[in-house]
């Protein structure tokens, strides 16, 4: 029961592994890889649009290398080479070997990439290579690693390079891989294609059970913890608690009534001390009385006084401070006006003092042109001496060089004469390289042939050594029949004796008078009886088969396992002879190829004769050549520097007359005498002079400047300094006698008034008293005053006849806080009460609850237990494995069947290894390595197909097929591809690579592979 309900949910399971396998190739590009000698692009996208494209090509023509180079990029290795990879993968008339893999999965587009290059110095030397790997985002190759730091597709694609091998790429040699693996590999496998180590749930069980134990215990020390929370518990304290509660009603009442007393004493209290303090502040008050009143007259003669006189003594002040302010700035404008005629005196003497200096400016400018000119013109004479020199020395040079220039013509003429007697005679590159390279393709398959010989052979004396084995198994089905015949026999023997038990089991229980059960008789005068001796001979007798069977078994299975060797054996045998035949055709077509060549195909030492020396000869004349080359070259350098050095020659004398026409226009410019007294100067000494000149000059015009403006700015200063005196000694009298007129004001206005003279107003005003405070200070203190008295007459109208004694007010303080104790430690208890109370509700629910949770618990551990049992041992994991292979065996069937004709059934015995069910020998079963060679093909490509369509469940797979088809007749051929075509339909990508013509006359869409002596291999696309 168990095992049903698991196979249906292993098939309900969601694939992941076909999520992950979105593959499809974009482009490809070699260069230097085996055959491939040039860069070569391969375009998948192209190919892919079809569905189903071929990959074709004779044998040889590097058709696998394609396959090779996409896995070596990728993973980093390839099946077939395993020392020195790269020196044997690349060309060997390549330096440089590149693959570019351009592919897409799940969308997003990846690029991998190999490279590296041969050693300039040795030629067996292949360089540190380089692999990379990128991702395409926003039209940018980023760069990728994997956690190593290393590049793989491993985690890209999500299968090894193992299991990309057998599902996606499928080399030469490895197609029948699947089917013949162990079963343990064969597990494996599984397990990372389908992700089946996701039903290795033993430790994931074993940790739930464990977690789940490890709750049980501590919900039982819990449960241990809560033994005191019980229902006779809650009900005693809710019967404490209502009696408390009555009794603390009635002391919140008596509280009450103690607070209301204890108020009344405390209030009459307050009321005592509060009219002691009252007459205590009245007495102090009392004594300030007088003071207040002193400092309210005062203040009332400051403001009569302020309101009188204050603005207009402040005028008077103003007025006299304005009058001394003008006639100081008088004195300091008078001492300007003086300064200002001394500084206009001092300019204009200084004015007349530059002026004889200022009348030379334009006689010295001039000179100063003049040393300009001479210092020029001595610059030109030495000009003239120099380039007269550089006339002279050039003519030597131009000698020379003619000279050397007639030396390299008669070299020239030689080499070209020596080359041109080399060329005579020889065969042309092109036919020599051609004739070398068919020599070394015809040796190398001579070589093959050679090794192949050998191979079928070997193979043909291990298949006779076989057949004679097994020519010792012809009596063995004799031997079969006479056992079958024996224990027919035996059966029949062991028939009757149980019959005869039965029949003496009846007789025992025969009577007299009874009828029998088997006649009806009642009389039974001779009773059957069974023998005890026929028993023993039977056993020893069957015992003896048993034996004979066993070792009967032993021989068949023997003589099944070296039919199926000899089965295997002729396979090899069938497939190394047409390998053969094929080497030997491609031989013979090689040496046909020889027809009308000056070499025959036997003739292979004498031509490696000729060819060295073709090799020297050539070698001789392209150093000639090169030679040659060179004195061209130098011959005509030698021409651009002869006219180079005429050129220069030609401009050297023009700008030596140019250069004694400038000193001739020089001197007719300066005065005849300054140029006499000058002639013989320093170069140094003109130039020094004529910036002596110049800084002369510019200082005196600076001086002269400055003294003419300073002239005219201390003229216009003291204008305005006069001016200004003016003005301010007529305001000066204006002020004087507005303060006149406001003292006379102020005199009489105090003359009227009660006060003595301007000194008492003056003495009044010094008081400077703050109006304000002053009068608010006198206003509170009468305010407070007049409250004081007011308030404690309300005291003594409210204690009447009232007499405080403090006696009652302790006795009351007592009572009230006793009161309240009690009170409190009440409602402390009733609140304790509660809180035992909630506790003991909030622990009884918790008991509930942790007694049900420990019931599931115990419930979940025994189910944990029992999964742990069904996962123990990874036999969940082989179940599944099981499940996985019966329905990949099923689906291969859909096309083995088709293709065997309905005679054939691939099925799985006890122990998950293929067999076959065989339809036209009685539906009997048979080992796969007894399939011929063709059979196993159609087994293995079903069950490749089976496995790719499982793995791409999404219709997005991607598979190579690259071997087999030959071994194929025409009727198989046609089913195989009729299958292939059928892919289509499905949406898958199958490419097919094979030198089978046939195949390329059923696919539109395909790339030729030929290979070209020169060029290596080449791709020719079909849709070009």
């Known amino acids: 029961m168990i095992s049903s309900v698991y196979s249906v949910r292993l098939r309900q399971l969601p694939w992941t592994a076909a999520r992950r396998l979105k593959v499809k190739p974009e482009l490809l590009i070699l260069e230097g890889v085996y055959s491939y000698k040039n860069r070569t692009e391969i375009d998948f996208s192209t190919l892919c649009k079809a569905e189903l494209f071929g990959i074709f090509g004779n044998v040889g023509s590097g058709k696998s290398a394609v396959l090779e180079a996409v896995t070596y990029v990728l993973y980093g290795k390839i099946e077939r080479l395993s020392n020195r990879v790269y020196y044997n993968m690349m060309n060997l008339a390549s330096n440089r070997m590149y693959i570019d893999f351009t592919f897409t999965i799940r969308s997003r587009k990846y690029r991998f990439t190999f490279e590296t290059k041969r050693n300039k110095k040795d030629f067996d030397k292949i360089e540190t290579p380089q692999r990379s790997a990128y991702m395409q985002e926003n039209g940018e190759w980023l760069p990728l690693f994997d956690k190593d730091g290393d590049v793989s597709a491993d985690e890209i694609i999500g299968l090894n390079y193992d299991n990309f091998r057998r599902t996606i790429i499928v080399p030469q040699g490895r197609f029948q891989e699947f089917l013949h693996l162990e079963k343990s590999k064969r597990t494996a496998m599984l397990m990372e294609l389908f992700r089946l180590n996701r039903f290795d749930l033993y430790s994931k069980t074993a940790h739930l059970a464990n977690v789940n134990n490890e709750k049980a215990a501590a919900v039982d020390g819990e449960l241990s913890g809560l033994s005191d929370a019980t229902e006779t518990a809650a009900i005693e304290a809710e019967s404490e608690a209502a009696v408390l509660g009555g009794k603390s009603r009635q002391l919140s009442e008596e509280a009450e009534k103690s607070d209301k007393l204890l108020k009344e004493l405390n209030d009459l209290a307050d009321l ?111 000009e003239s001496m120099r380039l007269s020199d550089e006339i002279e020395s050039g003519r030597s040079v131009l ?133 005890a001796q026929d028993d023993g001979l039977i056993q020893t007798e069957s015992a003896a088969l048993a034996e004979e069977r066993a070792a009967l078994k032993k021989r068949l299975t023997e003589f099944q396992d070296l039919k199926n060797e000899s089965a295997v054996l002729s396979g090899r045998i ?87 026409a400038k000193i001739e226009n020089t001197e007719s410019r300066i005065d005849e005498d300054f140029l006499e007294e000058h002639r013989g100067a320093a170069a140094t000494d003109l130039a020094e002079w004529a910036s002596e000149l110049r800084r002369k000059t510019a200082s005196v015009k600076e001086s002269y400047k400055s003294a003419e403006q300073r002239k005219k700015d201390s003229a216009v200063q003291s204008e305005k300094n006069s001016a200004e005196l003016k003005l301010l000694e007529k305001q000066a009298a204006e002020l004087e006698k507005n303060r ?49 008295k007011a308030e404690i007459l309300n005291f003594e109208d409210s204690l009447g006849d009232r007499v405080f004694e403090p006696a009652s007010l ?41 007694e049900l949770e420990a019931e599931t618990l115990l419930l979940r551990g025994k189910n944990l237990s029992l999964l742990k049992n069904v996962f123990k041992g990874k036999k969940f994991i082989d179940f599944a494995a099981t499940i996985y292979l019966r329905d990949l065996c099923e689906a291969a069937n859909v096309r083995f069947r088709k293709l065997t004709r309905e005679s054939l059934r691939l099925e799985l015995d006890e122990a998950n290894n293929f067999i076959i069910r065989d339809y036209l020998n009685e539906g009997k079963t048979r080992s796969v390595k007894t399939l011929s060679g063709g059979q196993t093909f159609q087994a293995a490509f079903s069950l490749s197909l089976a496995l790719a369509d499982s793995i791409g469940r999404e219709r997005s797979g991607f598979f190579f097929l690259d071997e087999g088809f030959g071994s194929l007749d025409r009727e198989s051929l046609v089913l195989v591809f009729d299958s292939l075509k059928s892919l289509k339909k499905e949406s898958r990508t199958v490419g097919v690579i094979s030198h089978v013509e046939e195949l390329k006359q059923e696919i539109d869409t395909f790339i030729t592979v030929v290979k070209d002596n020169e060029e290596g291999s080449i791709i020719k696309n079909s849709w070009n």
């Open 810 to 850: 302790l006795q009351a303080a007592e009572d009230n806080r006793r009161l309240k104790t009690e009170y409190e430690q009440t409602i402390t208890r009733l609140g304790e009460l509660g809180n035992i109370m909630e506790g003991l509700r909030t622990r009884l629910k918790r008991k509930k609850e942790l």
């Open 574 to 660: 069938e497939s190394a002879a047409e390998q053969l035949k094929s080497f030997e055709a491609e031989r013979e077509e090689l040496a046909v190829g020889f027809t009308g060549e000056d070499f025959g195909p036997d003739e292979k030492d004498r031509f490696r004769v000729e060819f060295e020396r073709f090799t020297r000869a050539r070698t001789l004349r392209e150093k000639l050549q090169t030679e040659s080359v060179k004195l061209a070259a130098e011959q005509e350098r030698l021409n651009i520097d002869i006219a180079g050095l005429v050129d220069g020659q030609g401009r050297l004398k023009l700008a030596l007359a140019g250069t004694e």
């Open 272 to 382: 005592e001390k509060q009219l002691g303090a009252a007459r205590e502040l009245l007495s102090e008050k009392s004594v300030a009385e007088d003071d207040y009143k002193k400092r309210k007259a005062d203040l009332h003669v400051y403001e009569d006084c302020f309101a009188k006189f204050k603005s207009r003594l402040d005028i008077l002040k103003m007025l006299e401070a304005d009058v001394e302010s003008g006639e100081r700035r008088v004195v300091e404008t008078r001492d300007r006006v003086d300064a200002g005629k001394n500084s206009l005196a001092e300019a204009e003497a200084q004015f007349n003092l530059i002026e004889p200096e200022y009348l030379e400016l334009e006689r010295w400018e001039r000179q100063a042109g003049w040393f300009d000119e001479l210092s020029a013109l001595h610059n030109a004479r030495l």
């Open 740 to 788: 006149a007129a406001a003292e006379t004001e102020l005199d009489q206005s105090i003359a009227s008034s009660d006060y003595s003279g301007i000194e008492a107003v003056s003495a009044v005003l010094s008081l400077d008293i703050d109006t304000r405070a002053e009068r608010t200070a006198v206003e509170a203190f009468e305010k407070e005053l007049t409250g004081l």
């Open 399 to 531: 000698e020379e060089a003619e000279l050397t220039k007639e030396h390299i013509s008669g070299r020239l003429e030689e080499t070209r004469a020596v080359a041109g007697a080399e060329d005579a005679g020889s065969m042309s590159f092109e036919v020599m390289n051609s004739l070398n390279t068919r020599f070394t393709s015809l040796t190398g398959m001579d070589e093959s042939i050679m090794t192949g010989r050998k191979r079928l052979e070997k193979l043909r004396v291990e298949l006779n050594s076989l057949n004679t084995v097994l020519e010792g198994y012809d009596a063995l089905e004799a031997e079969q029949a006479a056992f079958f015949e024996r224990e027919e026999q035996l059966g029949k023997k062991q028939l009757d004796a149980e019959i005869m038990k039965g029949l003496g089991r009846l007789t025992e229980q025969l009577e007299d008078g009874s009828p029998c059960p088997v006649c009806g008789a009642l009389e039974h005068p001779a009773p059957a009886t069974a023998g």
